[in-house]
């Protein structure tokens, strides 16, 4: 199954386009552009010509023209050799020093590399973001199960371990959205019945783990545990993909294991009942 | 030793907070002020309040809170709950998820794995930025000896020996440039003298390797080797830190052929002389 492209950024029917040329030239809509020049870069896009940003970012070329010169001199876009632009180191220097991802993955670190050593397969941090989780880890395993996740991935709530287990843990009215749909098969076994859904969380919130099997292929299952901070809140989930094979349940200790230790790490008690989730 | 601080931007001294003020707002300024909004956070200043971003960033208030409001609303930051301000982990996604450093992380790691499960010490990837070294990966053993460095952390290009990997293939203007100075002592191994740099940075590139050895911290020595992009340049110099016991040259291979391979995995062809470096 090919990956699920991220979201694109398009200029909204009435307002797009137009909106960005005529609006007063004020901080705020320089600031929107920026994100949006900045926005039009993603995995399948990461080298683009000034008329493709303008395109991709819906603005006049000599406007994006502009912004592009500006970022580079800031080292926050490069041009390369052919002319062709990306997303400079500095701006991922920035991005990365400062981003609480950072703490959550230097605590994660040594414990995933742990579980990965033993399970061999595919170990993952992923962080709720929007409705969907966002991967900000990933251990990868030459030759194990196919795994359509990468850093800096995205995919929707309701069809990954990770992300039921961050959608159990999630104020009430995101749950509601989600459930209220589309919900869309990516897999035999994805769970497109919300009332369905709505169980499976609850026994998410129970077990203090989420099995997915074949939700997203149906070559590969997922287990994910709970990642706490120090005030007890699901700040995480860490997840192994590993084969359909009818033995994804065995894992589970493992990956709960795991979850628990890097909950410590993160300043999470000793002890405190709410580990056992 | 402590940390080396990470350089902070401070407002040049006639030009710094006055300009940003009464400089006609164009795209252009604006700009400036998006960019100097978000270098205001580094990983000793990871929450801001708005006082200490318009202090940090040189700019009004005022002006400082309308940048951050705007900046909130497009994820790029976010709000504690006790109004401090931190980077988004939509900044983080955005420049991670095309940044050219994912790619290379991504072609290195499994080799970093290998060799970090081999030597047991921490394993780091660098790459030039400026006149310095930026750590684009790190992976770091429990344990292990002290280490400074972290993942998008820099440190001077003549103190590391993956420093002294990317500037002794790095254009000749920039050798230039850090051979006048000044060169700091960091430890009483560091090489300050320009003379003994320059043909240190001529044996490294005879050698295909180098070894620091107590230039950081008289506890620990590096060997660090070039990684090469499939047009053949030096893109970035992988690196062991390992104790200064008199052993470190012990890991020179196996740190050689680990760069080799990551070199092979970004492409570079099998057989090229240019591999022997």
Redesign the interface.
Known sequence: MAPVP?PVWTPGGAGGHTAAVVRP????S??????RV??A???E??ALRISEVARRAGLHVA?AS??VD??VE?G?L?RDPDRRV??G???????????????L??AA??VM?DLH?VVGQHTQLG?L?GEEV?F?ER??A?GAVVNIT?????LPLYVSSSGLVLLAHAPAPLQERVLAGPLRAHAAETVTDPRRLRSLLAEVRRSGYALARGFIDGETAAVAAPVRDSTGAVAAALSVVVPNDGNAAAVVPAVRTAARSVSRAMGRVDGDPSLNE
């Open positions: 991220p030239v004020n901080g705020e320089v600031l929107s552009r920026v994100v900045l926005e870069f993603d995995p896009h990461r406007t502009r912004m500006g970022l800031h926050w490069e990306r997303v180191v500095r701006m991922w220097e920035l991005a990365t020093r400062s981003s609480p991802a950072l703490g993955r230097e670190r040594p590399e050593a962080v973001q966002l900000v251990l990868s030459r990468r850093i800096a991935g995205r």
